[in-house]
């Protein structure tokens, strides 16, 4: 079927880096708990907190995607549902950087490319399949 070999890839892609984001997140947060405690003032720490749990949030849905992704590549008919999971992958990541760079971050387009690659082969791949429906 077209398009089943990208789904299938980055479906295993959005699940490995959504483990590895979650386990990031989960440390992100406590190192922000700590830096609280050691400062003696939560002053400053929101825009930590809130980017530490987006990182969580977002690694949750990606795993989420890719479970449903891999389940696409079997049953064609949820390919649709796919492509509207990699578009909220897109947005939490396109949250994620804005907020960095509020939080004093620096732009830069190979960051963004990378951030947007496996959800945007996880979509184009959805689609194919959508296609080949």
């Known amino acids: 079927?077209?398009?089943?070999?990208f789904m299938k890839?980055?479906?295993?892609?959005m699940i490995a880096g959504g483990i590895i984001a979650?386990?990031?997140g989960v440390i992100a947060i406590l190192?922000?708990?700590t830096l609280v405690a050691l400062a003696g003032s939560a002053e400053g720490a929101g825009l930590l907190y809130a980017s530490s749990i987006i990182v969580t949030i977002a690694?949750?849905?990606?795993?989420?995607?890719?479970?449903?992704?891999?389940k696409a590549c079997k049953a064609p008919e949820l390919a649709k549902k796919c492509v509207t999971w990699g578009i909220l992958?897109?947005?939490?990541?396109?949250?994620?950087m804005v907020i960095g760079l509020i939080g004093g971050g620096e732009f830069s387009i190979s960051n963004l490319a990378l951030n947007l690659l496996v959800p945007g082969l996880y979509i184009y791949g959805a689609l194919q399949?959508?296609?080949a429906e």
């Not at 890839?9 to 892609?13: A, K, Q, V």
């Not at 949750?60 to 992704?69: C, L, P, R, T, W």
């Open 1 to 5: 079927m077209k398009g089943q070999n």
């Open 9 to 13: 890839i980055t479906s295993i892609l």
């Open 22 to 24: 979650g386990i990031a």
């Open 31 to 33: 190192g922000v708990s």
């Open 59 to 70: 690694s949750v849905i990606e795993i989420i995607a890719g479970a449903k992704g891999l």
């Open 89 to 96: 992958i897109v947005a939490v990541s396109i949250i994620s």
């Open 129 to 131: 399949i959508k296609s």
